[in-house]
């Protein structure tokens, strides 16, 4: 299996992870991929609603976001978020990619896109990008994955 | 049955089970088939309507379901009907979601309903008379089968703007 260099926050601790996805399958492979990047799960929801509640609650690094769910949709998640927290980082991570999409999730403040399934150097790249976006939460890779950090 | 609203649903198929499952696939069998479709294990079926209309159907064995969920998951998965279904649900979406992305990017406009499943015996409705294709596909995991059935609803616009009017 590819190893990834950790990608941490500014403070040396594991990025926190909200990821929301109606699949449960869906959501045990991204935590799957997290787990390898070094970081950490810090809450799942299974629709846009229970997304919103658990970021309040939580406060992630970043927010894992799929678009097709109950209840309410990524992207109208997006756009509820964005609109309490400017800042949020969320990434969209949807089976359907296409331009109308993409920019009706970037236009309400989503930062990134990714396709399912998802390519772990790919989502890796993305969060990578995502992370360095931000001085207040850089994503620098120190150590390898799994390793232990001092 | 147009061919060109055929492929990109293979293609996608092909390319999400080879990355799922991490290994390649392979198509053994492809036949038209205008029965009702008799489903084979749990059946996940799609329907499309807009510039393109028709259904894909999904259909694996519970056995080769739970396989897919465990190579989806990372961890063995304990066999249940839930598991079943939403594998199934999962693996349709994800086709579904990559051949709509490369229709929609050729410029046909659809809407995509979310995916019933069929777990009973009787052919599945609507699916009568229809010419479909049937292509069953062998992964690592087992054989996954594709009926799709699509058909143009209308002329796409730059096809009609093409026709020259008749005085």
Redesign the interface.
Known sequence: MKQFAALLRKDNQPVRYLVVDDSVFARKNLIKMIEMFGGEVAGEAGDGLTAIAELNRISPDIVLMDITMPQMEGIEAVERIVRQHPSARIVMVSSVGYQENILAALQKGAKHFVQKPVKPEVLYEILRYVLSDDPNAVGVPVAMAGEHRS | MRMELIQPFINAADA?FA??LQAPTKIVDLEMDQEAYRRKGVAALIAIKGDIEGRVILDLSPEVAVKV?SQ????EVEASEQVVR??V??MA??????S??LL??QGFHFK?F?PEIHMDETGLAGSADTEALVICIETPCGEIYLNIAMHYLHRRRQERNAVPALD
């Open positions: 999400v990355e799922s969920a989806l998951a990372g961890v939403e594998t649900c999962e979406n994800m086709v579904i979601g990559n709509v992305t929609n990017d995509v979310p």
